[in-house]
């Protein structure tokens, strides 16, 4: 059973607040602790506009969203850490190896699938990325 689910990407303002919003919402009513931090946050910035305005699409708040900086003791406390790509894979079990059995990309039901980064691109590119975080969230639900 996972009580805490942690989703990593690097800025913590598009991918990983996207994901954290979409489980919430997904989770609401259980007890499952669900956050997000970057390896290179843009601490304290809130979720990218283009990011919100998607979720807020979906009946999605993610207005209280602030950005931060993913630490070792984030990465101990979860149950179940949750990346982009492998590339953030290993720089988290270089960061704390002892977290590397629980640490998984978040596309994994989906042979491994990783997620772009849109950051300054187009909301199309939101959208493609969105669908996914959509889709690789709900593969994970039958495991929570």
Known sequence: MFNSILFVCIGNICRSPTAEYLMLHKLKGRNVKVSSAGLGALVGKPIDAT?????AEHGVDA???AARQLRSDH???ADLILTMDQGMVHNISSMTPQVSGKTFLLG??????TVADPYRKSREAFEHVYKALDKYTDDWLKYL
């Open 63 to 65: 207005t209280v969203h």
């Open 108 to 113: 994994k039901w989906h042979n491994d699938a």
């Open 51 to 55: 990011a919100g305005q998607l979720l």
């Open 75 to 77: 990465l101990t406390q």
